[in-house]
Each structure stands twice: as C-alpha cells, then as structure tokens.
T-cell receptor, first 112, second 114 residues
Framework: LAKTTQPISMDSYEGQEVNITCSHNNIATNDYITWYQQFPSQGPRFIIQGYKTKVTNEVASLFIPADRKSSTLSLPRVSLSDTAVYYCLVGLQAAGGFKTIFGAGTRLFVKA | EAGVAQSPRYKIIEKRQSVAFWCNPISGHATLYWYQQILGQGPKLLIQFQNNGVVDDSQLPKDRFSAERLKGVDSTLKIQPAKLEDSAVYLC????????????FGSGTRLTVV
C-alpha cells in the first residue's frame, strides 16, 4: 500500500527549531515533495516544495536525502502562531499506478 | 490576487439527500482539484481536472459522487444520495500547471450528514 508516514504530534516551545520528518518509500522518480500547513477551519496553505537536497525560503527549510525516501521540514524559531497541522504531499508509485498522497499530518503544538 | 472561492461554507443534510458544492479557482489556473478531508485525516483526492477534462477520478465514488467543470473555470461537486460517512470537509484547490504541487486551497465546505 503506497502511503506516507509522519509523526502524529509534536510539542515545542517558542524560539526552538522544529523538524518534522515524512517517510515516503515509494516516491515517484521525478516527483516533487511539498509541505503544507493547516489551521482549524481553513484549507491547507503551501509552505515549501523541493525535489532533492535542500530548499530554503523565508519561513522554512526542506531537507531531502539522496534516496528521496524521506523529507524533513524544518521550522526555525517557532512561535505560538505556528501551532497547526503539517502535511507532506508526494506522488507515489504503487501497484494501482501513480497517486498523489497527503500524509496523515503532524499536529504541532507550540508552548510559551 | 483573489483566492479559491468555495460555497457554501457549511451544510447539514439528512442521509439519502443530495448536496452540491461550488468552487471558483484562481483566475488562470488550469488545474482544479476536489479533496475530501475527514476529521483527523489528511486530504484525499477525489477528482482532478485539467481545464474541463478529467485527469484523475480514480478515488471518486462514482455511484454517488459526480463533478463537472463545464467551461474550464468553476466547478461543482455533487453527492447523491449522501451517506453518514460522507461527513467531511470538501476542499477545492487549483494550480497553474499539473505536476507542480504548489496548490492554493479554498477554505472548504464542511458537510454534516445526519
């Protein structure tokens, strides 16, 4: 069964760096890895996207090892407003063909 | 830039009734997606359109769900008849091109089937 795996939840304190890892063993060869943030009663919001190695933007970094079977979203110096659910989205190759799959999400709770 | 518009915001219906959701994507976005998000789970793709053609509807329960995007712009998703397990948030997203997962999502329609 093609799927992605993320930790269910994580706790952190304000000002700390948070790293959330997504495992995706069956990632399609030429597909992107994308991460989203979702607040209650809102649709997911795009954070960052990459194909390999490291990508950085103004809000996060994305680390992708050479085999691309996992990826790590890094949030530097989190604040209370970063409390949300974080999802990885990848394209996976499976017996039934190509599927784009969201992970089950990691609920991040940032404490003061 | 205007975002992805969805309506209604909330809907409560009885099982076996029908319901329709509407989505207007970002102007110029050729690709439109409908996702179902059950409470506590990640979004699940129901159907993907490229302009007014269907690219992927492999996870759409076609015995009760239907979707159209007649003019390649806005789209409707319909459920008939609804079941209790259809209670979820229905999210619409759009992107400029297929294959790039930088989607813009709407706020969704929360459906409760009682």
């Amino acid at each position: 069964l093609a799927k992605t795996t993320q930790p269910i939840s994580m706790d952190s304190y304000e000002g700390q760096e948070v790293n959330i890892t997504c495992s995706h063993n069956n990632i399609a060869t030429n597909d992107y890895i994308t991460w989203y943030q979702q607040f209650p009663s809102q649709g997911p919001r795009f954070i960052i996207q990459g194909y390999k190695t490291k990508v950085t933007n103004e809000v996060a970094s994305l680390f992708i090892p050479a085999d691309r079977k996992s990826s790590t979203l890094s949030l530097p110096r989190v604040s209370l407003s970063d409390t949300a659910v974080y999802y990885c989205l990848v394209g996976l190759q499976a017996a039934g063909g190509f599927k784009t799959i969201f992970g089950a999400g990691t609920r991040l709770f940032v404490k003061a | 830039e205007a975002g992805v518009a969805q309506s209604p915001r909330y809907k409560i219906i009885e099982k076996r009734q029908s319901v329709a959701f509407w989505c207007n994507p970002i102007s110029g976005h050729a690709t439109l997606y409908w996702y179902q998000q059950i409470l506590g789970q990640g979004p699940k793709l129901l159907i993907q359109f490229q302009n007014n053609g269907v690219v992927d509807d492999s996870q759409l329960p076609k015995d009760r769900f239907s979707a159209e995007r007649l003019k390649g712009v806005d789209s409707t998703l319909k459920i008939q008849p609804a079941k209790l397990e259809d209670s979820a948030v229905y999210l619409c997203a759009s992107s400029m091109v297929t294959g790039n997962y930088g989607y813009t999502f709407g706020s969704g329609t929360r459906l409760t089937v009682v």
